[in-house]
């Protein structure tokens, strides 16, 4: 067998492969190979049989079966470059979060598999590259979070085809805005470079150049810039457009072109959720002591395997569960104030499991900080928790849509306004007008539940919650009345995150579902119509453009697109793309004329 113990000078015990040892090259050798092999977690069948069936390993076994003059010389000098086939390894084993530390078993040690990652993110660079460089407009997208700052980009062309991708990441020890603009401009400074970072070469083996022609074409086409909203983004952004600023470049600013200044949607949408909710006494207590305290009843589920366990017998036992599906848990992993919303809503769809679930946790943890918090809520269970639950669930459900709409990798800026609308207009038919007593949700649902009583122990007591008429009328007036409370509060947060006067609310007016149609007799009358002037003149107005020759040019195109929009059934980007392929060439733009 080609597997092999030593026992090394330290005293170490290690495994590896003696063919490959003493067949290869040491730069063709991986962590088996070499003997790396010291401890249990290294030795896996996986990994092992990986090894085997690797062309390194197979390669080896050949030299050993047939000797010649190729024992010991590297495999490269068989094969120039590592095949197709080694690239997509490489690749799929760093996009699952692979480590390069020990190599990548059965096909590269380290310094071979950081090369090779390198020729995988060089050849990704110079396609950015050349798609910027074509580009006409570029927005670009900031996110800094624990001392790293991200930059990705949006470009376009004229055509409209456009492209995402990356710029670069970059560690920022003090995030202020003038810190945060200087990693920019590095981070451009290095993509701009063609082979920049190129691991174990000297510079003379390898051409490390800036493109100068590349950097100032992107510094002058940005003209948007993402960020979330924090103080020092935003400061950030009107630093990289000032001409005064520190970070200029030759006395002009890093970005001269720059007009925009967006607020990331998916960010401010979640604010909906979290400022509302701290405001009520009574909803964040909900919020502390059942989903987000430490001691809660969804953090206890979530960080005890025990506790899971219960809870799913308590949720398979359970009688008067709402769905099909047994839970093994709440799903309370705190990611982000979202996700509070996932285990409100499993506790509306099974209340008798979380019930039989804190009756068990008081009893068998008897004595411990669990079952006080547990007997102490069952001491608290009442029909207007249950039922103030279920509607914060429903209120819940309708922001994670927006959220979800938000934060999709591509965002329809044209429907964003009617999304938002959307959003306001289900708040005020639940909860304004009490359509949520009578709508398909979390709250019919506890209300299906409160028709009949539900006894427990708490405390040595028998306790119990619902019955047929358990819910009364005052009950709903005041579980109703903080939800309209909740709602009104979540408007003023949406005017706030949302603004209808903000520009890309002025995008609204490129959804093609709701462009005027006009007659042939009443555009002769009465000329194109007045319904998108404001948006129109706004986006005009912000990117310095004619108004008169802006709205010519997007009635001119948007007919052509929403004729196109209508055939396929195609989104609205891709019908504007479609109108101006159709009316890029010099015959089309002669033929519309002559219209």
């Known amino acids: 067998t080609w597997l092999e113990g030593q026992v090394q000078d330290d005293g170490t015990f290690v495994l590896g492969c003696s063919v490959c040892a003493a067949m290869l090259a040491e730069k063709d050798k991986d962590i088996i190979a070499n003997f790396g092999v010291r401890n249990l977690d290294l030795f896996k069948p996986k990994r092992l049989h990986a ?99 991200l930059v990705r980009f949006r470009c376009a062309d004229l055509l409209g085809e456009r492209t995402i991708g990356v710029i670069g990441q970059a560690r920022v020890v003090q995030s202020n805005a003038t810190n945060i603009t200087e990693a920019t401009k590095v981070l451009f400074t290095q993509f701009c470079t063609t082979n920049w970072g190129v691991p174990y070469c000297n510079r003379s083996d390898v051409q490390i150049q800036l493109d100068h022609e590349l950097f100032e074409h992107m510094r002058f086409s940005v003209h948007s810039l993402t960020t979330d909203s924090a103080d020092n983004e935003i400061k950030a952004g009107e630093n990289m457009r000032s001409a005064q600023s520190r970070t200029s470049i030759r006395g002009e600013a890093f970005t001269p072109n720059l007009s925009t ?101 008081a009893a068998e943890r008897a004595g411990e900080p669990s079952a006080a918090y547990a007997t102490a809520t069952l001491e608290a269970l009442d029909e207007e928790m249950v039922l103030q639950c279920a509607l914060l669930a429903d209120a819940c459900d309708e922001a994670a849509v927006l959220i979800r709409f938000f934060d999709q990798a591509e965002v329809d800026n044209a429907k964003v306004a009617k999304e938002v609308s959307r959003f306001l207009s289900r708040l005020a038919y639940l909860f304004d007008d009490q359509y949520v007593w009578s709508t398909s949700g979390y709250t019919q649902e506890t209300l299906a539940f409160l028709q009949s009583a539900t006894h427990f122990l708490a405390a040595g007591k028998v306790r119990s919650i619902g019955g047929p008429r358990a819910v009364t009328q005052r009950l709903r007036t005041t579980v109703i009345q903080r939800m309209q409370a909740w709602a009104a509060l979540a408007r003023e947060v949406v005017a706030a995150e949302h603004p209808d006067f903000e520009l890309v609310s002025c995008f609204s007016c490129f959804n093609l579902a709701d462009l005027p149609k006009q007659s042939a007799v009443d555009l002769r009358r009465n000329g194109l119509s007045t319904q998108l002037d404001e948006p129109l003149r706004r986006l005009a107005s912000t990117f310095s453009l004619s108004f008169k020759d802006v709205k010519a040019q997007f009635y001119d195109l948007g007919n052509i697109a929403a004729a196109h929009f209508l055939e396929t059934g195609c989104t609205n980007l891709e019908a504007w793309r479609w109108a101006f392929r159709a009316t890029a060439s010099s015959s089309a733009r002669l033929r519309q004329a002559s219209i």
């Open 261 to 361: 200044l967006i607020r990331d949607k998916a960010h401010a949408s979640r604010r909906i959720l979290a400022r509302p909710w701290a405001v009520d006494q009574y909803l964040s207590a909900i919020s502390s002591s059942l989903l987000s305290a430490s001691s809660s009843l969804a953090q206890i589920i979530q960080n005890s395997s025990d506790a899971k366990a219960w809870f799913e017998e308590c949720s398979r036992e359970s009688s008067r569960r709402s769905v099909s599906t047994v839970f093994t848990h709440l799903r309370a992993a705190k990611h982000r104030y979202e996700s509070l919303s996932a285990p409100l809503s499993r506790l509306c769809l099974d209340w008798q499991a979380c019930i039989s679930f804190l009756t068990r946790l």
């Open 51 to 149: 090894h085997a069936s690797s062309a390194s390993h197979e390669a080896a076994v050949a030299r050993l079966l047939s000797p010649d003059e190729s024992v010991g010389r590297p495999l490269e000098s068989q094969s120039a470059a590592p095949s197709a086939a080694d690239f997509e390894a490489v690749w799929a084993w760093l996009r699952k979060g692979g480590s390069l530390r020990d190599g990548i078993p059965g096909l590269c040690h380290f310094q071979k598999g950081k090369c090779m990652s390198f020729v995988l993110a060089e050849a990704l660079k110079r396609m950015y590259r050349q798609k910027l460089k074509a580009s006409h407009t570029i927005n670009l997208l900031r996110d800094e979070r624990h001392a790293r700052l």
